[in-house]
């Protein structure tokens, strides 16, 4: 039996089926990545009421899914409304300068960083020819919920590989579930805060009062010590 060989057009069709193939798989295997960070994100939200441990667990998922070795969570404080460090991996620059360039009804803001953490392009550019060193890529991601910015969260590549459209989607959809969570913890401490305090004077009410002693009579029957 004499197998009938493929004509050009049979052979670059059957290529052609391949490497849609190909990229097929690849887009499944990056979106089961992508929703698997999703779910680990959503999962560390809803597992805890300690502000510090949700943001340490966001802020690990993030770097992991990007491969990236720098990155930090900047939340706006409630007093004075300005951008306060509340986590940082791997940064080994300010990376204040980049914050400027986000505005809240806004996605995600990405550029070129140079070998001493400047910014040399924002958006999707060309790296300058006249820039040598080691060029790492950026993005800085506005944290918020229902329209109103709680905080930022940078993070640095370690090298050249620029942010593509699906993951400046992914990181903006990120960037709403921790605005969202950093809003509900903080609704929720101020109510647990007014309901054992004063409204207008702001000491300790009554019902703290007996709180406290239920909770340190319980202690001290525990341990056999006197109150």
């Known amino acids: 039996y ?3 060989p493929f004509d050009n057009q049979e052979l670059v069709a059957r290529i052609n089926v391949l490497l849609r193939m190909s990229r097929m798989s690849r887009e499944i295997i990056r979106r089961n990545e992508e929703l698997s960070a999703l779910n680990a ?3 560390t939200v809803s597992g805890s009421l300690a502000l510090n441990e949700i943001l340490e667990g966001t ?7 990007f491969q990236a070795q720098e990155g930090g969570i900047y939340l706006v404080g409630q007093e004075q409304g300005h951008l306060e460090l509340a986590l940082k991996q791997g940064l080994t620059f ?3 300068p980049l914050f400027a360039t986000v505005r809240v009804d806004e996605g995600p803001v990405i550029g070129l960083l140079g070998p001493e953490g400047e910014v040399i392009a924002t958006g999707e550019s ?3 020819e006249e820039v040598t060193g080691r060029i790492r890529s950026f993005a800085v991601v506005p944290l918020k919920s229902k329209n109103q910015r709680m905080g930022l969260l940078p993070i640095v590549q370690p ?5 593509g459209t699906r993951d ?3 990181l903006g959809a990120i960037g709403g579930v921790i605005g969202v969570a950093v809003e509900n913890l903080r609704l929720f401490e101020e109510t647990r805060k007014l309901a054992v305090t004063d409204e207008l004077t702001g000491l300790y009410n009554r019902r703290y009062f007996y709180q406290t002693l239920a ?3 319980r202690r001290a029957q525990r341990y056999h010590r006197d109150l």
């Open 2 to 4: 004499i197998a009938k």
């Open 41 to 43: 994100i959503a999962a």
């Open 59 to 65: 802020l690990a998922k993030v770097l992991e899914l």
């Open 94 to 96: 300010d990376p204040a």
């Open 126 to 128: 060309v790296l300058p």
């Open 159 to 163: 090298r050249l590989r620029p942010f």
């Open 168 to 170: 400046l989607e992914l």
């Open 215 to 217: 909770r340190e009579a």
